[in-house]
Structure formats: C-alpha cells, structure tokens
C-alpha cells in the first residue's frame, strides 16, 4: 500500500488564524482526497485534489503528485473547523485509498 | 437523497457473538467500501467492492467477511468477535471511476468485551 504521513499531529489555533496542513505520502497516485471528521465522527469530503490547485471558500488545497505532497489551507480558521483532517491518496487501479493518520485542529474563540 | 446510511449505530458484543453491519447507498455508486477507525490509527480499509458481484480484501481483512448483496447494500459480518474489533466502522460509496470522491456513511460504534 501507500503510506501516508501527515502533519503537524495536532494544532491549535486562534479564531481567525490561518494554517496549513501538509501529506506527504510514499508512492505515486492518481488521485487524492481530503476530509473534515466533525466533532460527531461525521466525514465530509473536503476536495478531490489528484492534482492542481482547487479552493471551496475558506479552504484551498494543492496536490504536486510528481512531489508526492498535499497541502490543504484554512483561511480566518473559525470554531467550526474544529475536528480532524485526514488526506486519503489513492490510485485508480483497484480503487483505493489510503489514509493519513491526520491532523487534529482545534480553533478556540 | 439520504447518501450512504449505516446500521445500526451502536452495538455492543460478547467475545465470541457473531453479527452483520449493513450498508445501503442511494446514489447508484458502483464501489463500496468498509473502513474502521481506531484512536491515533486513521482510517484502515477492510474489504472493498469495486463493482457489484466483486469483492477484495484491503489492509486489515482478517476476521471479517464481506457481500456485496446488489448495487445497493454491502454488509460486513463479524463471524466470531474480538476485543481487537473494538472499533469505529464506516462504510463507503464513490461511482467508481476516475474523478470519484467517496462518501462517507455515519459509522457504527461496536464494543466487544
């Protein structure tokens, strides 16, 4: 499989605060994916990012495959970003995806 | 449109019981996942299905079975429970081809004591 190492483990932040989160991983892939796991264990797809830059508002995320990295950034970071994020790269064939171990961000008021 | 519902939420069993965690997704997905989540582990994949009528195994198959019953629904069966299956399970869908993020259901808790 791939391993997927993310960072930093924890972090705390400001309201307001920006921050990046960064995976790396071992192999190359055709695909990656970053989810928000909500204080209720809820997991929401953040982006599908193989590649490229992409942004959904406060958040953006850039893929450099050749690299082997993914960055995903929080803009004027609020409370309800709180939770843990995790990057997932994968390849096409088989269809799978490999989890990071994940960042646990914490946003106080 | 409820996405990829699981069942039951909660469960609690003795070392040794069997059971069956069900998943069902409306969103006309080819491929299905089951995942479970333990504390500082991340995400683990058990077994997948990449299309109806075809199952694999992912990292962690041991001690679990898996039918992709139709398109719809993939369950998980625990044939002899464990401690070591003490875990958060998640089941997921995506359409199976390139470009598909996956969706996740909102886990099922068990306790094995």
């Known amino acids: 499989g791939i391993q997927v190492e993310q960072s930093p483990p924890d972090l705390i932040l400001q309201e307001g605060a920006n921050s990046t989160l960064r995976c790396n991983f071992s192999?190359?892939?055709?695909?990656l994916q970053w989810f928000h796991q909500n204080p209720w264990g809820q997991l929401i797809n953040l982006f599908y990012?193989?590649?490229g830059t992409k942004q959904n508002g406060r958040l953006s995320a850039t893929t450099v495959a050749t690299e082997r990295y993914s960055l995903l950034y929080i803009s004027s970071s609020q409370t309800t970003d709180s939770g843990d994020y995790f990057c997932a790269p994968g390849r096409n064939t088989g269809n799978q995806f490999y989890f990071g171990t994940g960042t646990s961000l914490t946003v106080i008021p | 449109n409820a996405g990829v519902t699981q069942t039951p939420k909660f469960q609690v069993l003795k070392t040794g019981q069997s059971m069956t965690l069900q998943c069902a997704q409306d969103?006309?997905?080819?491929?299905m996942y089951w995942y479970r989540q333990d504390p500082g582990m991340g995400l683990r994949l058990i077994y997948y299905?990449?299309?109806?009528?075809?199952?694999d195994k992912g990292e962690v198959p041991n001690g679990y079975n898996v039918s992709r019953l139709n398109k719809r629904e993939f369950s998980l069966r625990l044939e002899s429970a464990a401690p070591s299956q003490t875990s958060v399970y998640f089941c997921?869908?995506?359409?199976?081809?390139?470009?598909?993020?996956?969706?996740f259901g909102n886990g099922t808790r068990l306790t094995v004591t």
């Open positions: 192999d190359s892939v055709n695909n």
């Open positions: 299905s990449a299309s109806e009528g075809t199952t």
């Open positions: 990012i193989p590649s």
């Open positions: 997921a869908s995506s359409a199976g081809q390139v470009n598909s993020p996956l969706h």
């Open positions: 969103m006309n997905h080819n491929s």
